[in-house]
């Protein structure tokens, strides 16, 4: 069983940051892959961010891309979304997921077992 708790959300002016937390708890929380969606009221779950099995590189979904930077303290079991130039678009409540490593990535919410709470960002004018 693992734990997720997201944190760091609000609301800021377009063009601002915003740094997202997702801490995971529970024995094996290493060996999950912990990844990043967003959703917005009305619409499916969309994939943002993914951190590869191994960890050694990321994936990140073309409409942040060049924006967001997803990282990951290994040692802590947390995992940031380094959200920079905010857009209105980018307006949405942002999830954590985590599942175990069985294939290098994944990008489906359905894949993912664990989700976190939900962190509300909202970026206005």
């Known amino acids: 069983q693992v734990q997720l708790v997201e944190s760091g959300g609000g609301y800021v002016q377009a063009g601002g940051s915003l740094k997202l937390s997702c801490a995971a708890s529970?024995?094996?929380?290493?060996?999950?892959?912990m990844d990043w969606f967003r959703q917005v009221p009305g619409q499916e779950r969309k994939f943002v961010a993914a951190i590869m099995k191994g960890g050694g590189s990321t994936i990140v979904a073309q409409p942040v891309r060049g924006r967001f930077t997803y990282s990951r303290d290994n040692a802590e079991n947390i995992v940031y979304l380094q959200m920079n130039n905010l857009k209105l678009e980018d307006t949405a409540v942002y999830y954590c997921a985590a599942r175990l490593a069985d294939s290098d990535y994944y990008l489906n919410p359905s894949d993912y077992d664990y989700w976190g709470q939900g962190t509300q960002v909202t970026v206005g004018t």
């Open positions: 529970g024995r094996t929380a290493s060996r999950y892959l």
